[in-house]
């Protein structure tokens, strides 16, 4: 039963009427996080404007989980909900998107080349590795090596423009 779904319920145990509230598309995937709901989420919205900042981050991890399982329906939400967003959220798309590379560099690249690495911050989508990285110098430069091998496995000529974009700006 959806979160929407136990709201009715329990307005007709204490007989209050409460307005049927439709859910995004956005809550439709967290409840359902299938390659198509996450096909039709456009952007990251409730139905509600009392969506908690918690929420928000376990929604996100949801999607990560999806994400570095290598479902590319999510993946290319990922990278809309990025096009649109600015500061935490933003960079928890960044360092989401960003795994990706060592567990699948290929699908990360079809999937920006996609959505257009103009569309985003190289430098952040690539660079950023999370908090755990802060202050860990030689974790943080076994982590670039990592990406920047598993980027340069890539050999589709396809590919071949965007990967050397996202090596270039692993050096910076």
Request: some cysteine; charged content about 25%.
């Amino acid at each position: 039963m959806t979160v929407f779904g136990a709201v009715a319920v329990l307005g007709a145990i204490v007989g209050i009427a409460i307005p049927a509230l439709a859910a995004s598309p956005w809550e439709e995937y967290l409840e359902r996080p299938t390659p198509d709901n996450a096909a039709r989420v456009q952007s990251l919205t409730y139905s509600s404007a009392l969506a908690d900042p918690g929420d928000i981050e376990r929604d996100l991890m949801l999607l990560e989980v999806q994400v570095v399982s290598r479902d590319t329906k999510a993946v290319q939400l990922a990278f809309r909900l990025l096009s649109g967003a600015t500061g935490h959220i933003a960079e928890r798309l960044d360092i989401m998107l960003g795994r990706l590379i060592r567990i699948d560099a290929a699908l990360f690249l079809r999937e920006l080349k996609r959505a257009g690495p103009g569309t985003v911050s190289l430098g952040h989508l690539v660079g950023n590795f999370g908090p755990e990285y802060v202050d860990r110098l030689d974790a943080h430069a076994y982590e670039m090596s990592l990406r920047q091998d598993a980027l340069r496995r890539i050999s589709d000529p396809k590919l071949k423009a965007v990967r050397d974009q996202c090596l270039e700006s692993l050096k910076k």
